[in-house]
């Protein structure tokens, strides 16, 4: 069976949970029997001594209340040492009830308690016998029946209480030491629990750690060891838990690090000759890409200058074709006034025309009342005096409709004088609406031709401002290209230093099975094949860095 760490953990873990778990039982259990015993200590011993102590306490009022009305001899003495008595008896029986046989433990108290009883039945007749006494006012015999009769009853009774109380007493001494002895017991067995609990803790905690501890140990030695560069060490693993396989695992990395090791000081070299050959055509491209960025600058200037000379163009045709469209629409809304002017020309001309025979009228209606007006001065002249007013009166209708006649006349002068101005003014106006719309057909072909020449030459800048993004793109291009080679060449040198540093590093490493004078062989053929290249070699690897200087050279 594979025992792993973690079973160990948990296998711990486990008896130390499962100890305590035992240990706080047995610490509860022994916690409930105390309280148990302290509970029945309260309700068995000290219950019946506060009961017993009560019954003895009322025993000595009586005794007090028969003494005292003894000494008054009167009746009303008597009398009221009755009732305190009576009183005294009710708490007395109430006490005793809560007591007997409740509270009683054991037959030596059972027998006591009886023997009580049937005193405390002889000693209240005597009480009653001496009431009477008094009662009846023999004083003298009362004092001899309460001297050798009454008080030798109260001192047995008061003896027998002190005896319950006793026994009492001596019960709870005797539960207070069983359960004292029980405390005691506990305590051992709980110390000798936790001892054994701790000893087994211990232990399985020293076999754990021990069982930890070595495997950690040799793989701390075993990581030592390759941080002084000593490789391919064997390693003796007997284990079958978490820390045998970790130490397996490591071993394989040692194995897979030696390989890597070997592989890297075998290609070292190579790696390093790769470089200084990318170095070298690194830089002879980073002086043609620089050369070509500089041409492409001063491109990007000339076509920024040839782009605001055409957006300059572009904003003079479109003002231009703002104006063109702004008279357009100023044309538009003369004629639009001269039109809404001849309409209201003719409206003015039909309305004169109206007015001219309204006037007509007005004449033939003063013609035909200067007619009635003077049938009227005829009658009234064939009247005679009676028609003198009448006269009067068609004298002067004659005269308004002369003067109508008059001013319907002139009215209709001014009318026809008014009607040939406005006939003049609307052919005026239809002349000037017909010179606006002339005018209008050539403002929107002023208009249109801007609007054309305004577009050409947006396409026109649009075409160069594309054409100088490009050269600018073009520009950053090579720009970043120079300065990504000047990375490139830097890193390739870069390159070259650490790959020498490699080489020298790598002799740090000492594989066992492997002289030190083969690994001393290994650095010097590989120095020796970076100072002697081959011709061959380097004429193919320069092959990809022409190719792109060529590249660099057609841009």
Same mark, same amino acid.
């Given at each position: 069976?594979?025992?792993?760490?973690?079973?160990?953990?948990?296998?711990? !873990?486990?008896?130390?949970?499962?100890?305590?778990?035992?240990?706080?039982?047995?610490?509860? $259990?022994?916690?409930? =029997? /105390?309280?148990?015993?302290?509970?029945?200590? %309260?309700?068995?011993?000290?219950?019946?001594?506060?009961?017993?102590?009560?019954?003895?306490?009322?025993?000595?009022?009586?005794?007090?209340?028969?003494?005292?009305?003894?000494?008054?001899?009167?009746?009303?003495?008597?009398?009221?040492?009755?009732?305190?008595?009576?009183?005294?008896?009710?708490?007395?029986?109430?006490? $005793?009830?809560? %007591? %007997?046989?409740?509270?009683?433990?054991?037959?030596?108290?059972?027998?006591?308690?009886?023997?009580?009883?049937?005193?405390?039945?002889?000693?209240?007749?005597?009480?009653?016998?001496?009431?009477?006494?008094?009662?009846?006012?023999?004083?003298?015999?009362?004092?001899?029946?309460?001297?050798?009769?009454? +008080?030798?009853?109260?001192?047995?009774? /008061?003896?027998?209480?002190?005896?319950?109380?006793?026994?009492?007493?001596?019960?709870?001494?005797? #539960?207070?030491?069983?359960?004292?002895?029980?405390?005691?017991?506990?305590?051992?067995?709980?110390?000798?629990?936790?001892?054994?609990?701790? !000893?087994?803790?211990?232990?399985?905690?020293?076999?754990?750690?021990?069982?930890?501890?070595?495997?950690?140990?040799?793989?701390?030695?075993?990581?030592?060891?390759?941080?002084?560069?000593?490789?391919?060490?064997?390693?003796?693993?007997?284990?079958?838990?978490?820390?045998?396989?970790?130490?397996?695992?490591?071993?394989? !990395?040692?194995?897979?690090?030696?390989?890597?090791?070997?592989?890297?000081?075998?290609?070292?070299?190579?790696?390093?000759?790769?470089?200084?050959?990318?170095?070298?055509?690194?830089?002879?491209?980073?002086?043609?890409?620089?050369?070509?960025?500089?041409?492409?600058?001063?491109?990007?200037?000339?076509?920024?200058?040839?782009?605001?000379?055409?957006? &300059?163009?572009?904003?003079?045709?479109? &003002?231009?074709?703002?104006?063109?469209?702004?008279?357009?629409?100023?044309?538009?809304?003369?004629?639009?006034?001269?039109?809404?002017?001849?309409?209201? !020309?003719?409206?003015?001309? +039909?309305?004169?025309?109206?007015?001219?025979?309204?006037?007509?009228?007005?004449?033939?209606?003063?013609?035909?009342?200067?007619?009635?007006?003077?049938?009227?001065?005829?009658?009234?002249?064939?009247?005679?005096?009676?028609?003198?007013?009448?006269?009067?009166?068609?004298?002067?209708? =004659?005269?308004?409709? &002369?003067?109508?006649?008059?001013?319907?006349?002139?009215?209709?002068?001014?009318?026809?004088?008014?009607?040939?101005?406005?006939?003049?003014? #609307?052919?005026?106006?239809?002349?000037?609406?017909?010179?606006?719309?002339?005018?209008?057909?050539?403002?929107?072909?002023?208009?249109?031709?801007?609007?054309?020449?305004? #577009?050409?030459?947006?396409?026109?800048?649009?075409?160069?401002?594309?054409?100088?993004?490009?050269?600018?793109?073009?520009? &950053?291009?090579?720009?970043?290209?120079?300065?990504?080679?000047?990375?490139?060449?830097?890193?390739?040198?870069?390159?070259?230093?650490?790959?020498?540093?490699?080489?020298?590093?790598?002799?740090?490493?000492?594989? #066992?099975?492997?002289?030190?004078?083969?690994?001393?062989?290994?650095?010097? =053929?590989?120095?020796?094949?970076?100072?002697?290249?081959?011709?061959?070699?380097?004429?193919?690897?320069?092959?990809?860095?022409?190719?792109?200087?060529?590249?660099?050279?057609? $841009?």
């Amino acid at each position: 069976m594979r025992i792993t760490v973690k079973l160990r953990i948990i296998a711990t !873990m486990a008896a130390a949970f499962f100890i305590a778990i035992a240990v706080g039982t047995f610490g509860l $259990w022994s916690l409930e =029997r /105390t309280q148990a015993d302290l509970s029945s200590m %309260y309700r068995e011993q000290l219950m019946p001594i506060v009961h017993l102590g009560e019954v003895r306490n009322l025993i000595f009022l009586d005794r007090t209340a028969l003494n005292q009305a003894l000494l008054a001899g009167t009746p009303d003495a008597a009398a009221t040492a009755d009732g305190r008595i009576k009183t005294h008896m009710a708490e007395m029986d109430k006490h $005793w009830s809560a %007591y %007997y046989p409740a509270l009683v433990n054991s037959d030596i108290e059972m027998s006591q308690d009886k023997t009580f009883i049937a005193k405390r039945l002889q000693t209240r007749d005597l009480i009653a016998q001496e009431l009477k006494l008094l009662n009846s006012d023999q004083h003298e015999k009362a004092s001899d029946f309460m001297l050798h009769s009454v +008080e030798s009853s109260f001192d047995e009774e /008061t003896s027998l209480i002190g005896k319950i109380v006793d026994e009492n007493v001596r019960q709870a001494q005797q #539960a207070s030491a069983d359960s004292s002895a029980r405390g005691h017991r506990t305590v051992i067995i709980t110390l000798l629990v936790l001892v054994v609990a701790a !000893m087994l803790v211990l232990f399985s905690g020293i076999a754990l750690t021990r069982a930890v501890m070595k495997p950690l140990l040799r793989a701390r030695g075993l990581a030592e060891r390759i941080s002084r560069g000593e490789l391919n060490e064997a390693l003796v693993i007997t284990g079958h838990d978490e820390l045998s396989d970790t130490l397996r695992a490591l071993s394989q !990395m040692d194995t897979q690090l030696t390989a890597i090791v070997a592989k890297v000081r075998d290609n070292a070299s190579d790696v390093m000759h790769s470089a200084r050959d990318i170095s070298a055509g690194n830089d002879d491209l980073s002086s043609r890409t620089q050369e070509q960025a500089s041409s492409l600058e001063e491109t990007a200037t000339s076509m920024e200058e040839m782009t605001a000379t055409v957006k &300059q163009n572009a904003e003079g045709a479109g &003002q231009a074709q703002n104006i063109a469209t702004s008279l357009r629409s100023d044309a538009i809304a003369g004629r639009k006034i001269a039109v809404d002017a001849s309409s209201a !020309m003719e409206l003015i001309t +039909e309305a004169s025309r109206s007015i001219s025979e309204i006037a007509v009228l007005i004449d033939e209606i003063a013609f035909q009342t200067n007619l009635l007006a003077l049938n009227a001065a005829v009658e009234a002249a064939r009247a005679g005096d009676q028609g003198r007013g009448f006269a009067v009166v068609a004298t002067e209708v =004659r005269s308004l409709a &002369q003067r109508s006649a008059s001013a319907a006349k002139n009215i209709k002068s001014l009318i026809n004088d008014t009607v040939e101005r406005v006939s003049v003014g #609307a052919e005026l106006v239809r002349k000037a609406g017909h010179s606006l719309e002339t005018i209008q057909t050539g403002a929107t072909r002023v208009c249109d031709i801007v609007s054309e020449i305004a #577009a050409a030459s947006v396409q026109q800048s649009s075409g160069i401002e594309q054409v100088n993004d490009a050269v600018t793109a073009l520009d &950053q291009v090579t720009q970043q290209n120079a300065a990504l080679v000047e990375e490139a060449s830097a890193a390739s040198r870069l390159a070259l230093e650490l790959t020498q540093e490699l080489v020298q590093q790598m002799a740090f490493f000492k594989i #066992a099975g492997i002289a030190e004078e083969a690994a001393s062989r290994i650095k010097v =053929r590989a120095l020796e094949k970076v100072e002697r290249p081959n011709t061959n070699e380097q004429v193919h690897r320069l092959q990809p860095v022409k190719l792109m200087l060529d590249t660099a050279s057609e $841009w």
